[in-house]
């Protein structure tokens, strides 16, 4: 699929808006309202426009949320997902919260190598108060055993946020010294109206300084196929490679080959515009691939070229929590 001089090979599932957690960047204190579960794409409906979108150039597909593995039946789904011959790869995002080594066993044995686990603070407090759940030592023992296991590459996400984790971003770093983890420091986008607003962002050339204040100089090295738009630099010594995901001080988008399928049926061609399409009602009220595929093509055209995040004023920003888009 092809949006300007961009081939789109990369789709991002949400299979749900729900979360065990409620990190306080992602989904806000206040009540939130989850979409009704008949409004929530059914996974045969998702294969259905994952085997359209591989017709027309998906290779990739990473599964995310809310946190995918609330989702009933999602091991059912994955495995289906598996068997879809032109996927080369399949990943997941998660919090780890819900797996366990048998668990993962059983993702490795259908096919996935690569999971990618969030995790804020070593902190196990912090960690209570940043995802109000207190499970620091159970997601740190799932990310152990992925890594007994053998899964590889297993990628931690980070979101640095001033007076929250800003002191622990040398130890965070640092556990690339230790384990051949991807550790990859996201910057905070303001998204829908959670209690954690722009004034707490820490921009990358700030994150590196404080590394490099901590461990001495970060080496760029060349990025590898399923890098995204983490760029990628190693510490001496450390088996790990650190990655920067810089939406906010430097945009990605002219290399930004993704499209994202929310869980209630959208295709959404740009994290950061609220401009999404929707291919779930068609679905259901019969169309046939090639109408399908005419959907795909149209949501792509609205694929923006730049978002301009860095220009943007609150009130410009999406609407959407990071949970009902899909992260
Ligand atoms: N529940 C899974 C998890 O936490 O890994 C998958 C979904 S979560 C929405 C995907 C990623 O989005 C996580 O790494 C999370 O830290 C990140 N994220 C959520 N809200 C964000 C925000 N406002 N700014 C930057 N990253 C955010
Ligand atoms: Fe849940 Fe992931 Fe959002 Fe945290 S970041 S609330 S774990 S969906």
Redesign the pocket.
Known sequence: MIAGTRNINYLRI?VTDR?N?R?R??IPAAPFKFIEHDNIARYEEILRIVRIGCDMGITKVRV?????FVRKGIFFFIRQLCRISQLKDIS?????SRLNRNKIKELMDMGIQRL???L?TLVPEKFIWITGRDRFHKVWDTIMAAHDLGMSPIKI???ALKGFNDDEIQAIAGLTLKYPFHVRF???????D?D?DASQQILTRDIKNLIIGAHGPLTAVPKGANDGPAKPYVLAGGPGILGF?T?VSSHFCSECNRLRLTSRGTLRPCLLQNNETDILTPLRNGADDEALKQIMVTALKDKPLCHNLEKRTARDMPLN???S???
Do not use: K
Not at 186 to 192: A, D, L, N, P, S
């Open positions: 949400s979360c957690f990190c960047y992602c995310t949320g809310g946190e995918p997941i995002t998660t919090n780890g990618n686990f969030s804020d996400n980070t979101v996201i910057e905070h986008m303001q998204m829908g959670t954690v995901i939406p929590h990071m949970t888009i899909g992260g």
